[in-house]
């Protein structure tokens, strides 16, 4: 068996003080690249990526688990398997874990190692974002912090492998962010390019408790420890109240003899503060949540990663002794061996040029294969891993044999369909593109496309809009709904404006534009749902579906009886010659396309174009690249509109390239617009499930979602343009998640829609009882508000029998049980409504606030000895009033304030010092920390409910249609009882 060379990076000697480069040597040895006989548990490993990490220092000093002298240096890395003596790894296979600073290794296989599954990112990632340093970050700031939206976070070394993913993790929560680092360009680089909201360099500051007073005037709530000594002394002068600090490193005290001295430990006593160290080999069970949280992130350039990589094993100990110095940018990665990754290539192909109307047959899809680097000498030519497709009409003209030369491209037989797409950049010859761009342009069907700069390629540079809408709103068909409406038809206010194929992507934008202008608009579709969408979602004044017209010339002279003055061409044929009769003198065709003809081996004739001339009109078609100057213009006019919600935009998505024949197929026949997707998930979508929505809660919490302006909060407000989402029941249709499977119900977050896929399902319960109660309880007494009385009542306020209790808001979802609970227990119970008709459910007194002129009054009224424990669920006035109302050492459990979730202004409660006084615990709490309660909460409540001691009251409405009225009474107060919506059809 042929010996190599095995070139290793050496420890000399222990380390005492800054380690010098000279404290290691390079040495070559060799190695015979054979497993030894009986290694059942070995693998031999080419080591290609290493990684260079602050914790290495500490195991060169002397110790229990130091390294050994004349021994190479051991850490984390990426490698390819050459043999395997254990089952679970194979030749060929990438991993990444414990290895040793050398060319090849013989590895244990209980050793630390991770199989690499996802090679669509870069393999050195695995060293860092991907690897020890991301799962540290993830980790140590996630699950020992719990961050909350709105939180103010420190984070030290900031611009390290940790560091600055902590940042970013940081303000994916919501968070502020402040980053210390040791130089301007690492400054620069956290604020301009990782997102943070402020850095600063902890060598220029004489005083760090000042810096930190300045970036942090309210003080810390979380501060990711990187460095220990003189930054943690000045952290815990200025920390929050019951602040966190994860323990992840010290780094300026691994080189010092005698570690500085921390003398402000005492705050920890005085602020209630949680300090926590931590190694992340403890966690590693979390690394497939970790990857499931973070890939789409990368994927989607959400989250960026800098990386300083060094080249050659020879270069090791410079890189390593660098990182202690500061001298790293980035993430310190050493390369020793880089390999040309061959990934699939999943790809739809024209079989045959198509002649008549195409079917999903005249494509297929293959597999092949795609080495993820741009060839040698490419200076022009572009690697993209392909995130989104778009399915477009001009695309059928590209099918057939003689395809217009002026479409500037044509499909062959045999290769892969050409279209617009968004994309990442996986590798770049060109200067003007570089590695994560996230780019739009025409690319290829298939995951992996090799595209020529040259090309139509725009810069992604607004990532706070869905990715996918760089393939409608934001790119071709935006663009040519732009170039074509405003530079060629030149609209006037109060013009009247007719939109062919109105539904689709081109025509929704046209008709919204036009509403902007001022004009009157009237579009035509295929079908009655995508009439009411074009009236009651994107503002069209009138629509009518063409297909139940027999004559549309008379159809046209109903909506235009004064005639139209701009037609937006799409459909030609009979549309045309119907639309010609009733244009008015001087008025504008603009001429996009004519699907209505793409299929035909004959096109119809269209017979008034006489009136052209009668009627002076100006006829024009246009193909978008000419308008593509326009691009920064056209962005500057729309990205406004939809930020604001003043321009929607409805995308019918569907997932894997295995399902793009049956949806191209489907958009020449006008199957797309009504929000359909697959009822089935693609292989490649791991860990989601995909339901069929029950029934909808219409909750209280859904108003401050709505606010552009985030004053609640709350997690992430809703976007104009896409579904809500709130509590719901399912029935799950597919699965790629273990502990889901068909058939079962679940109920957490949805969507409002009709089917949603759900890729966070580990938040969802099953639902084990649905046969014996109704399943629209799990919206309700059962659900999330039966947990928020629960958890709210019980566990925050830890109720005696005897106690005096008030409920506001108590005939709703989360008050009726509330006070039931408290009636159980023995507690003497009063509740305030809107209404007189809203039962007491059991409640010893209750009133109608509405008739009450003075709230406090008519507190005292119904507790003279005043209120054990309040339930708050309004806020306002009456928390003002029931403050007055309180007995020492009473408890208000801070539920809601429904009452302030429409103004603009808050009301000031003004009895706060009551608090004081009274000894008062007065406690906001959110149900979903409770959710490990729910077991014990369905023992406690399903027996009573059974036995008819606790009621529930349903307010159930029909219909999504029906919806948005829904959610208005609960926000008026309208609703008796928990407010539903059902969503089940006859059939279900």
């Known amino acids: 068996m042929a010996e190599v060379r095995n070139k290793q990076v050496v420890l000399k000697d222990y380390v005492s003080g800054f380690p010098k480069e000279s404290d290691m040597h390079i040495i070559e040895g060799t190695v015979t690249l054979k497993l030894p006989e009986a290694s059942s548990e070995v693998l031999l490993i080419k080591n290609l990526y290493l990684s260079c990490d602050p914790y290495m220092r500490i195991l060169m000093t002397e110790g229990a688990s130091s390294y050994t002298p004349g021994s190479p240096l051991t850490g984390y890395g990426v490698g390819r398997v050459l043999e395997s003596g254990h089952l679970d790894y194979k030749k060929g296979d990438l991993v990444w874990g414990i290895t040793k600073w050398e060319e090849y290794s013989l590895v244990s296989s209980d050793q630390t190692l991770f199989k690499i599954q996802h ?32 939180e103010k976070v420190f984070v030290s070394a900031a611009s390290g492998a940790v560091g600055q993913l902590v940042g970013q993790f940081a ?5 502020y962010v402040v980053g210390s680092a040791g130089s301007k360009e690492k400054v620069d680089l956290l604020k301009n390019k990782l997102g943070f909201d402020e850095a600063f360099n902890y060598k220029e500051e004489s005083d760090l408790n000042a810096a930190l007073k300045r970036c942090f005037p309210e003080g810390i709530d979380i501060y990711f420890e990187n460095v220990g000594g003189k930054t943690l002394d000045a952290v815990l002068l200025n920390m929050r109240l019951h602040g966190r600090i994860s323990v992840c490193g010290m780094i300026s005290q691994y080189n010092l003899t005698q570690p500085e001295g921390v003398t402000n430990l005492a705050n920890m006593i005085f602020k209630r503060i949680r300090m926590q160290g931590f190694i992340v080999s403890d966690s590693y069970n979390l ?4 990857l499931e949280f973070l890939l789409p992130h ?6 960026m990663y800098v ?3 060094a080249e050659g094993l020879e270069n090791g100990p410079a890189a390593l002794v660098g990182l202690y110095s500061g001298r790293n940018f980035g993430k310190q990665v050493l390369v020793v061996s880089q390999i040309m990754a061959q990934v699939r290539n999943k790809q739809v192909l024209l079989k045959n040029y198509v002649t008549g109307f195409p079917k999903e047959s005249d494509m297929e899809i293959v597999e092949g294969s795609i080495t993820l680097k741009v060839p040698e000498g490419s200076s022009d030519v572009v690697l993209l891993k392909n995130l989104y497709l778009s399915c477009d009409p001009y695309m059928r003209l590209l099918m057939y044999k003689d395809t217009p030369v002026s479409l500037g491209f044509h499909y062959s037989p045999g ?6 797409g968004v994309s990442k950049v996986v590798e770049s010859g060109d200067p003007n593109y570089k590695k994560d761009d996230l780019v739009w342009g025409v690319t290829k069907w298939e995951e992996y496309s090799l595209v020529p700069s040259a090309q139509i390629l725009f810069k992604i540079d607004h990532t706070d809009v869905p990715l996918s809408y760089y393939t409608g709103i934001l790119g071709m068909p935006g663009m040519t709904a732009y170039g074509g409406f405003f530079e060629l038809g030149c609209p006037k206010k109060g013009e009247k404006v007719f939109v062919s ?6 025509g929704q934008l046209v008709g919204q534009f036009a509403k902007l202008t001022g004009c009157y608009v009237v579009g035509s579709a295929g079908s009655q749902e995508k009439v009411d969408i074009l009236k009651n979602k994107l503002g069209f004044d009138e629509a009518f579906n063409y297909k139940e017209e027999s004559n549309l010339d008379a159809a046209l002279k109903r909506y235009f009886p004064e005639g139209i003055d701009i037609y937006f061409e799409n459909v030609g044929g009979k549309t045309l010659d119907a639309v010609l009769l009733n244009m008015r003198s001087h008025g504008r065709i603009l001429v996009c396309g004519m699907i209505s003809q793409y299929n035909l081996s004959q096109a119809e004739g269209v017979t008034n174009m006489a009136y052209l001339i009668y009627k002076e009109i100006k006829m024009q078609g246009f193909i978008v690249s000419q308008f593509y100057p326009l691009y920064p213009k056209f962005l500057e006019f729309i990205l406004p509109h939809i930020r604001e919600g003043k321009i929607a935009y409805v995308e019918d998505i569907v997932e894997g390239l295995e399902s793009g024949p049956a949806a191209l197929v489907g958009l020449f026949s006008g199957q797309n617009f009504d929000s359909t997707i697959k009822l089935k998930l693609g ?13 909808l809660a219409a909750d209280p919490h859904l108003r401050p979602l709505m606010q552009k302006d985030d004053k609640f909060s709350v997690s992430q407000s809703f976007i104009p343009g896409s579904p809500l989402y709130g509590f719901g029941v399912s029935r799950i249709l597919d699965s790629k998640h273990q502990d889901f499977q068909e058939g079962d119900y679940v109920w957490g977050v949805t969507g409002w829609e009709e089917y949603s896929i759900i890729s966070s399902p580990e938040n969802l319960f099953k639902i084990h009882h649905h046969t014996d109660v109704p399943l629209s309880y799990y919206t309700g007494i059962l659900g999330m508000p039966g947990l928020t009385a629960y958890s709210g009542f019980f566990e925050v306020c830890g109720p005696k029998k005897g106690e005096y209790v008030f409920v506001s808001a108590a005939a709703g979802a989360v008050g009726q049980l509330v006070g039931q609970f408290a009636k159980l227990i023995g507690c003497y119970v009063v509740g305030s409504a809107g209404s007189k008709d809203k039962s007491k459910f059991g409640f010893d007194e209750a009133f109608n606030y509405k008739e009450e002129h003075d709230l406090g009054a008519a507190l005292k009224r119904y507790f003279p000895q005043g209120i054990d424990i309040y339930f708050e669920l309004v806020g306002g006035k009456m928390l003002d009033a029931v403050l007055m109302n309180m007995r020492v050492h009473g408890r208000i459990a801070v539920c809601g304030m429904i009452s302030q979730y429409t103004k603009e202004e808050h009301e000031g409660i003004k009895n706060t010092a009551c608090l004081i006084y009274k000894r008062i615990r007065m406690q906001g709490f959110n149900v979903v920390d409770y959710y490990p309660l729910y077991p014990k909460f369905l023992e406690f409540l399903l027996p009573q409910i059974r036995n008819g001691e606790i009621s529930c009251v349903e307010d159930i409405v029909g219909g999504l249609e029906n919806g948005a009225a829904a959610l208005v009474r609960v926000f008026n107060g309208h609703n008796i009882g928990k407010q539903v919506l059902s969503l089940i059809n006859d059939d279900e």
């Open 501 to 506: 194929a109105a539904s689709g992507a081109v």
């Open 119 to 150: 090679t669509d990112v870069p393999l050195s990632y695995y060293t860092g974002i991907l690897g020890m340093p991301g799962m540290t970050a993830y980790v140590g700031f996630f699950e020992l912090c719990s961050p909350k939206k709105g």
């Open 171 to 175: 303000k994916l929560a919501g968070c």
């Open 683 to 695: 292989d490649d979508s791991k860990g989601v499930v995909l339901v069929k929505n029950l029934f």
């Open 287 to 290: 690394y497939p949540k970790f």
């Open 415 to 420: 290769s892969p369909l050409t279209a617009f």
């Open 298 to 303: 990368i994927r989607e350039g959400k989250v």
């Open 307 to 309: 990386e300083d990589i």
